[in-house]
């Protein structure tokens, strides 16, 4: 079975977040609106305590690789619609070959 992983790595500036708790409801809001309903995880991975900046990791699994940047592109779409400024924006497909050539499996 083929199928591709996407991932990305967005750095956000939330100049606008004057609080934790401005910050936690835009990311909770940009969350909401990229995870929808759809095959994909959402996660802040940066530091949670400083309100400024937030780096979300976004995570899809697809049947194409076309279908996996598209993923990727309409979440960082919905980033900025939410008003957010991308100031970095890493994206990577995997396929499964990639995927199955880099597990470890314990005992082997």
């Known amino acids: 079975?083929?199928?591709f992983m996407g991932l990305g790595r967005y750095r956000l500036d939330l100049r606008e977040c004057r609080s934790i708790k401005d910050k936690r409801?835009?990311?909770?809001?940009?969350?909401?609106?990229?995870?929808?309903?759809?095959t994909i995880a959402v996660?802040?991975?940066?530091?949670?305590?400083?309100?400024?900046?937030?780096m979300l990791a976004v995570l899809c699994i697809s049947d194409s690789e076309q279908s996996a940047k598209q993923f990727l592109n309409r979440a960082?779409?919905?980033?900025?619609?939410?008003?957010?400024?991308?100031?970095?924006?890493?994206?990577?497909?995997?396929s499964a070959d990639d995927v199955e050539d880099s597990i470890v499996c314990p005992g082997e």
Do not use: L
Not at 43 to 54: F, H, I, L, M, Q
């Open 76 to 94: 960082r779409e919905v980033m900025e619609a939410v008003g957010v400024d991308v100031m970095e924006d890493r994206q990577y497909i995997f």
């Open 43 to 54: 996660r802040e991975v940066g530091d949670p305590d400083y309100w400024k900046t937030s």
């Open 25 to 38: 409801r835009i990311v909770k809001s940009i969350t909401d609106r990229i995870g929808n309903g759809k």
């Open 1 to 3: 079975m083929k199928f």
